[in-house]
């Protein structure tokens, strides 16, 4: 599904009007009516809402749903945000409507229609948010605030049309003080703002809505951002056929694990194997090899001589790079600790092996010292940062990180040509041609020692089994997500382990297959 930004929205509204034809306040009325038809499916005639509406064609939908809501029998209250005289266009088309019919519409100008509206949502306690939409760009300050402040503290529901106000539609940046919605009803498309921290975090329950705007708008315009959704992950799942053997799933090699830190070679190793590949080989210090061999015992091993205690030598990369010849995909970094060691090794894995490479953890840790070595790879390369992470690659704060996620994937991914694995409550996938990929399943309780670990394997095993690395990458993104969704609706969030995540994946990846579990239809 395409995701888009406030511009990109603008311009396919556009397309609709001047090129097919499609008048503004149709498609004003089709949201609005997209609006309403949430609204009485959930709603019956006992409830009372209070709407509030901005000056622009947000405003102009909540117009449109105050209509639709009276004729059919609804009692509401209806307010405006400042000046009515400044209404335009469509917005004012649907306004006159209203006052035509009779419908009193309250003006919020000062500290008494503020009182007014305190009250009004005591009595009226369902409110519908139409304020700023995604056109908002500043801070939210004065009466507004205050307006969104008696919203937040006495509405019982809040229903935001497009995007909760206060919420930036392009980045989910807050803008002062946000609509804390239970449910956000969004129009055509999603918007970034929508689905990625911050602002994601007000949405509530996200509806995507029709409304009638002819697909060959949107495909007039070249849309990078796309959320991942069910579909696009059952296609990447590699079959399985009856006349086949280990060989046909794949090799894939790991580097991974280091003295103290075998859990992280265990978990990649298993969720590889979990996820399906054929053959496993992991590259690790013969001083722990006991531990990873007793854990996984499915994984070929691969012992070798180390310089320290658990750290491979660097006289074995001329191995490495020579097995992986035989291989489909290689790991590396789970565990492995930040070494010199690591260092040399990535280097000269980089610039010799020709096999897509997933680096994660300690793998990244030692590139951020010198990202130039990306640029001399022969392969595809998958990075898997979490905001720590990517603040050593990038030499960014976190905080500036976490506040334009999208842009900062994609600006790394373009500049260095590899693919951005961005995890987070809103993991982000950024490709070197651009494209971004936008994750919503997953949970706080994925936010535990090893998660990491098993995404990395995830993708690992998908690579292995023959999927190009983006697709890989998209696909096990979301399998993960949704295997810890799986797990805290049996678990609960607090005592999800990272193992519990190895133990749900082959369960998760059946429904998938077989299109059998519910939880696999929202998005």
Request: neutral net charge; charged residues 25%.
């Amino acid at each position: 599904m395409k995701v888009v930004l406030n511009d990109e929205m603008r311009l396919i509204d556009k397309i609709s009007m001047e090129k097919y034809g499609v008048p503004g306040v149709v498609l004003m009325e089709n949201a609005g009516v997209s609006v309403v038809n949430e609204i009485i499916d959930n709603f019956n005639l006992d409830y009372k809402f209070t709407i509030v509406c901005g000056k622009g064609n947000n405003g102009g939908d909540g117009f449109v749903v105050a209509r639709h809501l009276h004729n059919k029998g609804y009692k509401l209250n209806i307010f405006v945000l400042g000046d009515k005289k400044a209404i335009k266009g469509d917005a004012l088309i649907n306004y006159e409507i209203l006052t035509k019919l009779g419908i009193g519409i309250k003006e919020i100008k000062n500290d008494d229609t503020l009182i007014q509206l305190k009250e009004s949502i005591i009595s009226y306690p369902i409110v519908i948010d139409a304020l700023f939409g995604t056109g908002l760009s500043k801070e939210v300050q004065g009466i507004s605030k205050k307006a969104i402040n008696i919203i937040n503290k006495y509405s019982k529901y809040t229903i935001s049309i497009d995007i909760p106000s206060g919420v930036g539609g392009n980045d989910g940046k807050i803008f002062g003080t946000p609509v804390e919605a239970n449910k956000t009803v969004t129009l055509c498309l999603p918007k970034c703002g929508n689905l990625v921290y911050p602002g994601a975090e007000y949405n509530g329950k996200l509806v995507i809505k029709d409304i009638g705007i002819p697909n060959e708008a949107i495909e007039d315009i070249e849309l990078k951002n796309n959320l991942i959704d069910i579909d696009i992950v059952r296609q990447g799942l590699p079959s399985r056929k009856k006349d086949t053997h280990k060989g046909s799933y794949g090799k894939a090699n790991i580097i991974a694990g280091s003295f103290g830190m075998t859990g992280a070679a265990i978990l990649a190793c298993k969720s590889a194997l979990r996820t399906g590949t054929g053959l496993l080989k992991l590259y690790v210090g013969e001083s722990i090899n006991h531990i990873v061999k007793t854990g996984v015992p499915e994984v070929i091993t691969v012992p070798l001589q180390e310089m320290r205690k658990g750290v491979i030598g660097i006289n074995h990369i001329e191995k490495i790079i020579k097995d992986s010849k035989e291989a489909n995909v290689l790991a590396i970094g789970p565990g492995c600790g930040n070494t010199s060691e690591l260092a040399e090794i990535i280097k000269q894995v980089l610039v010799k092996v020709d096999i897509p490479i997933v680096i994660d953890a300690d793998g990244l840790n030692v590139l951020s010292r010198d990202k130039e070595w990306f640029l001399e790879k022969k392969s595809k390369i998958v990075i898997t940062p979490h905001i720590g992470e990517m603040s050593r690659l990038t030499n960014m704060d976190i905080e500036e990180i976490r506040y334009d996620l999208i842009k900062v994937a994609k600006d790394f991914a373009i500049k260095w040509g590899v693919i951005v694995v961005l995890k987070g409550a809103s993991t982000i996938i950024a490709s070197p041609e651009g494209e971004i990929f936008i994750n919503v399943k997953g949970n706080p309780g994925m936010a535990t020692a090893g998660s990491g670990d098993v995404l990395t394997g995830i993708i690992t095993g998908l690579i292995a089994q023959g999927l190009e690395p983006l697709k890989a990458a998209i696909t096990a993104v979301y399998v993960h997500g949704l295997t810890g969704d799986k797990v805290a609706r049996d678990k609960g969030e607090y005592g999800l382990l990272a193992g519990d995540l190895v133990e749900y994946l082959p369960y998760t990846i059946k429904d998938i297959v077989e299109d059998n579990d519910s939880i696999c239809k929202t998005f």
